[in-house]
C-alpha cells in the first residue's frame, strides 16, 4: 500500500549572465519533475533522460542528505538537457532535498535548503535560481558561513531568451578547469562594471543597460577551445537584432537575450546558423521557482 506522495517542480536555470560568474542566475520555464511515493521499498524510474536507477541517481543522493531513501520510489521526468549548462544538476539537487524535507515534515526553510543544495553542487548560482525563480544574485559566503539568502529581481519586461543547444556536451569540470589562477585588473574592472551595469538594466527593464552589462572577460574568453561554435554565435548575436548573447554557466549552450519587439526574423536566422550542430527553442526567464505539491 502507497503512504505518502509529493510531486515537485523545479526549473532550469542559467547561470553568470555573461560577467556575473557564480554569482547571477536566472530561472527558465523548462522543468524537472519528481513523483516521490512511500511505497515500502526502494525504486527509481527516470523517463526521458540518461540517468542512473540506483542510489548514486543525484536526485536519491540529495534526498538521502536529509532522510533513507529505503522505502522512497522515485519517478523523474525532465525536459532540461543534461550536461549543456542549464542547470540540470542543481534541478536535480534541490528535487531531491525538497522532496525529502516536504515528505517527512523536516522544516528546513528556503535558506537552509540553498545551503545545503550550494553544498552539493559547488557553487549558489543555480540553485538559488532554481529555488526562488526570478533572476537571482547571490552573494559568496564567507569561510565556514552558509550561503546568504540571494538577492532577487523579476525578470526584465519584454525581454526573451532563446537558447541554442548543441548537441554535444560538456563537463562543468572541463569548463572550469579552463579558467585562469589570475586575470589582469582590467578584466576584472570591465567585468564589475558590466555586471553592475546588466543588474540595474534587468532592475529598470533598460535595454540598453541590459546590452551593455552582457559583456564578459572573465569566463567566455578561455572557453572559446571548448565550443568555438557557439562563442561565435554569441559574438554575432548583436548583428542578427538580439540585445546580446551569454553562454548558459558552463556551456556549450548560448543564450540569446531578445526583445520582444525584436525582428522576427531573428529566431529563423539562429535556426540557419545551428543547423547540424545545434537545436534552437524559445525560452522564457521564470518568475517561479522550485515547489511542492501533494501528489
Not at 540540470?88 to 528546513?108: R, V
Not at 578561455?222 to 557557439?230: F, G, I, K
Request: hydrophobic content about 45%.
Amino acid at each position: 500500500m502507497s503512504g505518502r506522495s509529493r510531486l515537485v517542480r523545479v526549473p532550469a536555470s542559467t547561470a553568470n549572465l555573461g560577467p556575473g560568474y557564480d554569482i547571477l542566475g536566472a530561472a527558465l520555464a523548462d522543468e524537472l519533475e519528481l513523483e516521490v511515493t512511500e511505497t515500502g521499498e526502494f525504486g527509481i524510474v527516470s523517463e526521458g533522460i540518461d540517468a542512473p536507477a540506483d542510489r548514486s541517481n543525484l536526485v536519491v543522493r540529495a534526498f538521502e542528505t536529509l532522510h533513507p531513501a529505503d522505502r522512497v520510489s522515485f519517478r523523474v521526468r525532465s525536459a532540461i538537457p543534461a550536461a549543456r549548462g542549464l542547470g540540470s544538476s542543481a534541478a536535480a539537487i534541490l528535487a531531491g532535498l525538497l522532496a525529502a524535507d516536504h515528505m517527512f515534515e523536516l522544516a528546513n526553510d528556503r535558506e537552509e535548503i540553498l545551503d545545503r543544495a550550494t553544498a552539493i553542487e559547488g557553487h549558489p548560482d543555480n540553485v538559488a535560481a532554481a529555488l526562488y525563480g526570478g533572476i537571482t544574485l547571490c552573494p559568496p559566503a564567507g569561510p565556514g558561513a552558509p550561503q546568504p539568502a540571494p538577492v532577487r529581481l523579476a525578470p526584465p519586461e519584454g525581454v526573451e531568451g532563446i537558447l541554442v543547444i548543441p548537441r554535444e556536451e560538456v563537463a562543468t569540470s572541463a569548463a572550469r578547469a579552463a579558467l585562469p589562477d589570475r586575470y589582469p585588473l582590467a578584466d576584472v574592472t570591465h567585468n564589475v562594471a558590466a555586471a553592475a551595469q546588466l543588474v540595474l538594466g534587468i532592475e529598470r527593464s533598460d535595454l540598453d543597460l541590459i546590452r551593455a552589462g552582457l559583456a564578459d572577460r572573465v569566463h567566455q574568453p578561455h572557453r572559446a577551445a571548448l565550443y568555438p561554435r557557439s562563442i561565435e554565435l554569441l559574438e554575432r548575436a548583436a548583428g542578427l537584432g538580439a540585445l546580446g548573447a551569454t553562454i548558459s554557466g558552463a556551456g556549450p549552450t548560448v543564450l540569446v537575450w531578445a526583445f520582444w519587439q525584436s525582428d522576427p526574423g531573428l529566431l529563423e536566422r539562429l535556426g540557419e546558423l545551428a543547423a547540424g550542430w545545434a537545436d534552437v527553442r524559445r525560452a522564457q526567464f521564470s518568475p517561479r521557482g522550485a515547489r511542492v505539491e501533494i501528489a
